[in-house]
């Protein structure tokens, strides 16, 4: 099937995912990932209604940003290093892969040196793999309250989760789940920056699962645009 087609697809299983989960399908924000994929490919979704794109790498933003001529909301999902921080700081409207404080400081900095407030979510490892970046859940709270309480030009908008790979969506729900409770608990929390409106969780191949246990964003590529081809994958910075 095309990329047009597929959306359309993807977009049937998100309503369905939507009405079971007692939620409408708007409510439901599809971000494409396009990590790996051409500016023709990227320009295809947006010309069938999506809104948002997001890459892993800064790089990629880099090379592409440039390249794109239809209205796109640009988002970093993968994990940040703070020497980059700089050159995406003026190009996406949400960080998904905040997990430290030293992190969220330098995007502070850059952030005010642009004039902005920059959205930001905390990445949460609530399976506790080794292979990926994000925080315990034990240690949100702590992290989420220093960065309030040091960054005035970062606002938290929610949590992001990258489940493990499993063949049976089943056995990851209890993860989603998790981050659903935590980031309920820390929804309370009243302070100019914390703005809790945003749960990041859900992949291809998980994402109606996600949408299930609360996601209100789920970030698709392969089931968009088919298997990336790695060999063109681009060399770091």
């Excluded at 995406?88 to 005010?112: F, G, N, P, T, Y």
């Excluded at 969506?169 to 820390?186: A, G, M, N, Q, S």
Aim: net charge negative.
């Amino acid at each position: 099937m095309s990329i047009t087609q597929n959306i359309a697809e993807i977009r049937s299983r998100i309503a369905a995912a939507a009405v079971r989960s007692g939620r409408k399908p708007e409510d439901i924000l599809l971000i494409a990932v396009t990590k790996l994929h051409e500016p023709d490919e990227i320009e295809e979704a947006l010309a069938a209604g999506i809104t948002d794109i997001a890459e892993n790498k800064v790089q990629e933003i880099q090379k592409k940003f440039d390249q794109i001529h239809s209205p796109a909301n640009w988002h970093l999902i993968g994990h940040l290093q703070t020497n980059k921080v700089k050159y995406i700081i003026d190009k996406v409207v949400m960080i998904h892969s905040v997990d430290s404080l030293k992190l969220a400081q330098e995007i502070d900095k850059r952030a005010q040196a642009a004039g902005r407030t920059m959205d930001v979510l905390l990445q949460v490892n609530a399976a506790h793999e080794e292979s990926k970046f994000g925080l315990d859940p034990k240690d949100v709270p702590q992290v989420m309250a220093d960065i309030l309480a040091e960054c005035p030009n970062v606002r938290i908008r929610g949590l992001m989760h990258i489940a493990p790979y499993a063949e049976d969506p089943e056995e990851v729900r209890p993860y989603f789940r998790e981050v659903k409770e935590l980031y309920e608990t820390l929804k309370k929390v009243e302070h100019p920056n914390a703005d809790f409106t945003c749960l990041s969780m859900g992949m291809s191949h998980d994402f109606e699962t996600a949408i299930e246990e609360g996601a209100n964003i789920i970030r698709v590529g392969t089931s968009i645009f088919g298997e990336r081809d790695y060999s063109k994958k681009m060399g770091g910075m």
